[in-house]
């Protein structure tokens, strides 16, 4: 490859600031998400426990984390917004946090990749990224104060870049990793070392600065063996995990744009490891950002959602990684998987089996899952079920967060086990105000099943986690006597 046929390095910054382009991108995100903004914090059942927490702070001034290690600044952020304006008004916090990360995306584009508009449209319309700037969670928070510290690194601003990477962490935790991007993002100068530890310095005051809230709630030891027991309690067998891991690593670009993503870095690879010979700044940082994320994505629990910062990474390399070809088809295969899965796993409430399985995509199945969960949650706040029955629902916060029908058990010792079970799934028990011997469970092992049942219990679950049930939990339901719910619409 010749230098002329190499990705272009970064250059200097364009004259016009290119304000109709970014006005026209804004406007169209915006519209775009005004489907998923309104009626749900989302189909995360996490985002109901930050709507749980945040409420809860807005109107008592009382803060607990809505699940360890604790997203403080998110939780914080975002309890004026719940309190204020329930879930349309928090996932518009969400969407302008994702809206600014986009300025500065653009911003950040327009100097140091090959086909700016290209990579700003891309990244407004990633479907991860969608669901990222719609619902109730810490992804777009913690994203805009990625770029922000990739830009000021950029701009040789380490205070700045630092301060923004600790605010990164709080509120995400998990992405204090990617601080290695704007350490190798500063210019290479004699200070270097010097300005790289005045990086990690601010960053690390920052990042101690945002979970104040989190130890001075808590204090150290507890909120330790609070992340260790949550760790713990989602262990999963090493092939079963690396499994997963692997295969929602690929459902969050889809199967099409991950093949073309092998495609673009196996056929650019000799130019990419050239660039970075040659002191591309870009190529290192995100190469190593990406490879640090895709680690802590297999050795910590595997959500897809994990990988939302990657996204900028990933587009910066494929910018450069080739022609300008690979980065319109990959963006363009980004964008089908919103709409079309080409999904390699048929699947069915007992798992999956290998099989070509075309389905709605990411987007649709978003509205699906809202519209799944709002009709589950009507059905039970009514249904007419005999007294002293547990309820197996997969997930208890999307049941009981803001429904007047329901509360959470206020004494998680009622099952009368050793350990309160409620902590061991991160969920609550949950009853019906009308019924005072009906509750509701996320799952159960088999030892509790048996234990409800001879005291008398009624077991039944609802027909969408029969397989979670038999899974998780290695219950039998036929032999233990569990009823299956069926659900309306399913």
């Not at 199945?365 to 007419?384: F, I």
């Not at 105000?433 to 159960?444: C, H, K, N, S, T």
Request: aromatic residues 8%.
């Amino acid at each position: 490859m010749t230098a002329a046929n190499l990705p272009a390095a970064p250059g200097p910054a364009r004259p016009s600031p290119d304000g109709a382009f970014l006005g026209v991108v804004l406007l169209a995100t915006a519209l775009s998400r005004l489907p998923f903004i309104a009626g749900s914090y989302g189909s995360d059942p996490d985002a109901w426990r930050v709507a749980f927490v945040a409420r809860r702070l807005w109107e008592q001034g009382a803060y607990d984390v809505s699940r360890f290690p604790g997203y403080p600044l998110h939780e914080i952020a975002a309890a004026p917004f719940v309190g204020l304006g329930g879930a349309t008004l928090s996932n518009i916090f969400s969407l302008l946090l994702f809206l600014a990360a986009l300025t500065v995306w653009h911003s950040l584009v327009r100097t140091h990749a090959r086909s700016p508009r290209l990579l700003t449209a891309a990244f407004a319309l990633t479907p991860l990224l969608w669901l990222a700037s719609s619902t109730t969670l810490d992804y777009a928070g913690s994203l805009f104060f990625l770029l922000v510290s990739m830009h000021r690194s950029l701009a040789d601003r380490p205070v700045q870049a630092g301060v923004a990477a600790g605010a990164m962490a709080g509120f995400r935790p998990s992405n204090v990793l990617l601080a290695v991007v704007p350490l190798l993002l500063l210019p290479r100068t004699a200070a270097t070392p010097q300005r790289r530890a005045l990086v990690l310095g601010t960053a690390a005051a920052s990042a101690v600065a945002s979970f104040l809230p989190v130890l001075l709630r808590y204090g150290a030891t507890e909120w330790v063996t609070a992340c260790l027991r949550q760790v713990g309690g989602v262990a999963e067998p090493a092939s079963r995990h690396a499994l997963m891991a692997a295969y929602r690593g690929v459902d969050s670009i889809g199967p099409a744009a991950a093949l073309l993503l092998i495609a673009a870095l196996a056929s650019g690879w000799s130019g990419l490891r050239r660039q970075h010979a040659e002191g591309d700044r870009m190529v290192a940082a995100a190469g190593a950002g990406l490879a640090l994320l895709l680690i802590g994505f297999f050795a910590l629990p595997a959500e897809r959602g994990y990988l939302v910062p990657g996204a900028p990474l990933l587009l910066l390399l494929v910018d450069r990684s080739r022609s300008r070809v690979w980065p319109a088809t990959f963006a363009a295969a980004l964008l089908l998987h919103g709409f079309v899965n080409f999904d390699m796993v048929r699947h069915s409430p007992e798992g999956g089996v290998p099989g070509l399985n075309i389905r709605r995509g990411m987007l649709l199945d978003e509205l699906a899952k809202r519209e799944a969960a709002a009709r589950k949650r009507a059905y039970l706040s009514v249904a007419d079920l005999p007294d002293s029955t547990v309820v197996l629902v997969g997930s208890g916060p999307p049941l009981w967060v803001e429904n007047p029908a329901m509360q959470f058990e206020p004494d998680p010792f009622w099952l009368g086990f050793g350990d309160p079970l409620v902590e061991d799934f991160g969920d609550r028990a949950v009853r019906r105000i009308d019924r005072a011997g009906l509750r509701f469970l996320p799952v159960l092992s088999r030892d509790e099943a048996v234990l409800l049942r001879r005291r008398g219990f009624t077991l039944a679950c609802t027909e969408d986690v029969t397989g979670y049930v038999r899974r998780a939990g290695g219950i039998d339901l036929d032999s233990l006597h569990v009823a299956v719910l069926p659900l309306p619409g399913r």
